[in-house]
């Protein structure tokens, strides 16, 4: 957890530099990054540290688990 709250801000940092052909898919890409930032710190970590475990898996396997598909497609798609 800690590790990807450390790589967070330079994915970020990443995102906000890109410009030209890359920008929609980029706009794109970070819409879908920033509610999967928003829920695991709104949602996850907070469940994990009240001892909901349970709670935090749901979430981490339901709503994050799509976010990350669409992440990884929206950046295969441009990849190919």
């Not at 929609?24 to 970070?30: H, I, R």
């Amino acid at each position: 957890m800690r590790r990807c709250k450390r790589r967070a801000p330079k994915l970020d940092s990443v995102l906000s530099g890109t410009t030209g052909e890359d920008e929609k898919v980029v706009g794109d890409f970070k819409a879908v990054w920033d509610q999967f930032k928003a829920t695991r710190d709104n949602e996850i970590i907070p469940a994990i540290y009240k001892g909901n475990a349970k709670d935090a898996k749901r979430i981490a396997a339901g709503v994050q688990a799509d976010r990350l598909s669409k992440m990884w497609f929206i950046m295969s798609w441009k990849a190919r």
